[in-house]
């Protein structure tokens, strides 16, 4: 059943008022209801394969899979096969299976909308509430503990997100490699687990046009489980690293590669110099072969230059970038004392991440676009 009180109030208007769940291996079907209207059926599939659904003039096509321990649902909603928006949704369950909580993304071309729906198994909010009534005036008051907003937490990345083999809607991976304190106590330990999405990607262009990428923060989830969405946006790289970030808008640019496009010009034609040179000396004409052969060597490395993309842009696994929270998040004392569960290796920052390395475009045998 809907719990109202625990629901964004943007979400309550038109949320189902109850939902029943059923799930058995990788299928899971679903029985809506809304007040005053009828029971919505729905199936999905949790393997990552798409499942279709008609929902009045709406026609949706959803992939559902899992994610740790809760169920992701990326749907595209049609309408007279017009995409009208795109909806994200994770869904995860409490310890005890009684509460189901459901985080929504919503794109459109209006804008980008989120919220979250708090779902409670019947019947068993009425026990929680006269059970609180019981203990409250035992129970001491808990102000917990706040991580405020703009909190900067060093991160190191599990994968690699690249311009060249990214796109959107890629995730990363990532850990915390340091103790973020409060009130002289560790809320959020290192080895805590950060999921990101990737929501842009430009390769470098072959003349002009460095390559970009933009990334963002979804969720940190603590050693015991307990888990945080937001989003988040990267506030610094690894100071190692060669792509620059714009701070303002969280994007990641690769960097410029105008002296390589020089070098292998300036090499093509002194290679087609040599070889000219040689040429007219056999014929007689050995200032005007080289003219000859310097102008088809630069020819030769300019169209290497046009051919050719740029450096990409990357993240490589195991460097540090910095994330700052966009807004605040608090922890009871109840949830940081939760026992933790098995965790695996912690992330160890690597020596450093991957120099770039500037495309060398050789000057008599131009490359073909990548």
């Known amino acids: 059943m809907l719990n109202a009180s625990r629901t964004d109030a943007r979400a309550v208007s038109g949320a189902p008022e109850s939902l029943k ?49 809760a169920v992701i649902l990326n749907t595209i909603v049609l309408k007279e096969g017009v995409s009208q928006q795109t909806e994200m949704e994770r869904w995860s369950v409490s310890r005890d299976g009684n509460t189901l909580r459901i985080h929504r993304q919503m794109v459109s071309a209006q804008g980008e909308t989120e919220a979250q729906l708090v779902y409670e198994r019947e019947g068993t909010r009425e026990l929680a509430v006269r059970k609180e009534e019981r203990t409250a005036p035992a129970r001491p008051a808990d102000s917990g503990y706040l991580v405020a907003r703009g909190t900067r937490i060093p991160l190191a990345l599990i994968n690699s997100v690249s311009t060249k083999h990214g796109a959107s809607g890629d995730r990363i991976y990532l850990q915390t490699v340091y103790p973020v304190l409060v009130d002289g106590r560790i809320v959020i330990p290192p080895g805590s687990y950060v999921n990101g999405t990737v929501t842009g990607v430009k390769r470098p262009g072959r003349v002009k046009g460095r390559a970009e990428l933009y990334v963002r923060f979804d969720s940190l989830m603590l050693p015991n489980g307990e888990l945080r969405d937001f989003r988040a946006r990267v506030g610094a790289l690894d100071g190692r690293a060669n792509e620059e970030l714009d701070r303002e808008e969280g994007r990641i640019k690769g ?3 105008k002296s390589g496009d020089a070098r292998t010009i300036g ?7 040599s070889v000219g040179a ?49 807004r605040d998040l608090r922890y009871t004392t109840e949830e ?15 020596p450093g991440p991957s120099p770039s390395i500037k495309q060398r475009r050789p000057g008599v045998m131009p490359r073909f676009p990548l």
């Open 278 to 326: 040689i040429a007219g000396s056999v014929a007689g004409h050995g200032a005007m072969g080289a003219g000859i052969g310097a102008a088809a060597g630069a020819a030769a490395g300019l169209a290497g230059v046009l051919l050719s993309r740029g450096p990409e842009a990357q993240l490589a696994a195991g460097s540090v970038v910095e994330m700052v929270l966009d």
């Open 255 to 257: 960097e410029g590669n």
């Open 336 to 350: 940081l004392d939760r026992p933790a569960g098995s965790q695996g290796q912690l992330m160890s920052p690597a």
């Open 267 to 273: 090499e093509g034609a002194g290679a087609g110099a």
């Open 21 to 69: 769940l059923n799930h058995q291996g990788v299928a899971m079907t679903c029985e809506a209801a809304r007040p005053g209207g009828p029971v919505e059926n729905c199936s999905y599939t949790i393997d990552g394969r798409e499942t279709k659904h008609q929902s009045g003039r709406q026609r949706r096509s959803t992939i559902a899979k899992w994610e740790g321990d």
